[in-house]
């Protein structure tokens, strides 16, 4: 039963962590866009 | 379609759940490797939804290579990134299965080092994305990109053609799959393609941000006076 959780809970991981840098990108980007409206 | 994305996200992560009970709860539990043999029902429809998003970006490559659409190139892009997350799901979790039923976590076997070979491939083309700058780099990628699918078909039918330590197809021609699992299977893999849409969809989205605040940005570096020196 171990190999199987591992594998379910490695597969999410995965994919929040690519989600979370996802989201990094996208909260750099709204900054990026509040400097330019600043401007 | 604002409004379309949270509702499709509600959808999705409804129908993730259903097929996580159907994986773990419903589906019948299998005579000789057990329990562990439950990972099928994620490696193989993350195989699968890779396998798709790489066609996506090939014929998106193809699309851009004929008339440089900007939304091609994109397409291109988006789905090679989320392709190389499914690939890697696939990689991760199939030795996670082998250890147990074959005893060994990884073999250089033709489906296994093919399977390798084609997330490399895909590395590549994101690599080339991410540091090589100039115009010329969506043609170069583009290039990559056509060349890099021709891996797709050789991965998929290896297991048909030649004899390999990973099991022959189990669905299709000469496939003895039990049908509820084959149900179970299908709507894990309706569940992951759904999940791959939603990602591909935001991923889109922050392209098309990206290279407007880009060129945004370049505009105001031309229109910006200059110090005399």
Not at chain 1, 18 to 38: D, F, I, M, P
Not at chain 2, 97 to 106: H, L
Not at chain 2, 133 to 155: C, E, H, N
């Amino acid at each position: 039963m171990k190999f199987l959780y591992a594998a379910y809970a490695i597969t999410w991981l995965i994919h929040i962590a690519y989600l979370g840098t996802v989201a990094a990108r996208y909260t750099r980007l709204q900054r990026e866009v509040e400097e330019l409206n600043k401007k | 379609m604002k409004k379309a994305f949270p509702i499709f996200a509600l959808l999705t992560l409804v129908l993730l759940s259903y097929a996580l009970y159907e994986a773990l709860v419903a589906a019948p539990t299998e005579q000789t490797m057990g329990d562990v043999q439950r990972i099928f029902y994620y490696h193989v429809p993350s195989a699968w939804t890779a396998f798709l998003l790489f066609l996506v970006n090939f014929v998106a490559s193809v699309v851009y290579l004929v008339n440089r659409s900007d939304k091609a190139d994109m397409v291109a892009l988006v789905t090679a990134e989320v392709g190389v997350v499914f690939c890697t799901v696939v990689l991760v979790t199939g030795p996670i299965w082998a250890r147990p039923v074959w005893g060994i976590w990884w073999t250089w076997d033709l489906r296994l080092t093919l399977t390798l070979v084609l997330w490399l491939i895909y590395v590549s083309y994101l690599m080339l994305r991410r540091f090589s700058s100039g115009s010329q780099t969506p043609v170069m990628a583009a290039v990559l990109a056509v060349f890099g699918a021709l891996d797709v078909p050789l991965v998929y039918f290896s297991i048909w053609y030649f004899r390999t330590q990973h099991p022959s197809p189990v669905i299709g021609r000469g496939g003895s799959l039990d049908p509820r699992m084959a149900r179970v299977l299908l709507i894990n893999w309706a569940a992951f393609l759904c999940f791959a849409v939603l990602i591909c969809w935001s991923r889109y989205r922050l392209e098309r941000l990206k290279r407007e605040v880009e060129e945004t940005q370049a505009l105001e570096a031309l229109l910006e006076p200059r110090g005399v020196r």
